[in-house]
């Protein structure tokens, strides 16, 4: 088992920007890659960015790209998206998870998860 816990979200006016992180722990060696993923009031949840965890390959939503950057860190186990150019639209509850093996689709395969942490941008 994987656990993973989220921290970094708060409230940032538009324009600003924040840093999440990603703490891993447990089976951390099973791990292939991992992502973040997010979900806004009344939609569902949608993949952000991804990173495999041993050769830092980035995959990014169109939505996010040129404006957020993620990153790990093996010797941590941490995983971090900087997010910056943030808008109302990036309001959401972010989420880290965690795959142990690869997939055709960057945003699908994905074991782990945690709890989130909630980012919102004021206007």
């Known amino acids: 088992q994987v656990q993973l816990v989220e921290s970094g979200g708060g409230l940032v006016q538009a324009g600003g920007s924040l840093r999440l992180s990603c703490a891993a722990s447990?089976?951390?060696?099973?791990?292939?890659?991992m992502g973040w993923f997010r979900q806004a009031p009344g939609k569902e949840r949608e993949f952000v960015a991804a990173?495999?965890?041993?050769?830092?390959?980035?995959y990014y939503a169109d939505s996010v790209k040129g404006r957020f950057t993620i990153s790990r860190d093996n010797a941590k186990n941490m995983m971090s998206l900087q997010m910056n150019s943030l808008n109302p639209e990036d309001t959401a509850v972010f989420f880290c998870?965690?795959?142990?093996?690869?997939?055709?689709?960057w945003g699908s395969g994905y074991d782990y998860w945690g709890q989130g942490t909630q980012v919102t941008v004021s206007s």
């Open positions: 990173i495999t965890w041993s050769d830092g390959i980035t």
């Open positions: 447990g089976r951390t060696l099973s791990i292939y890659r």
């Open positions: 998870a965690a795959a142990r093996a690869w997939s055709f689709s």
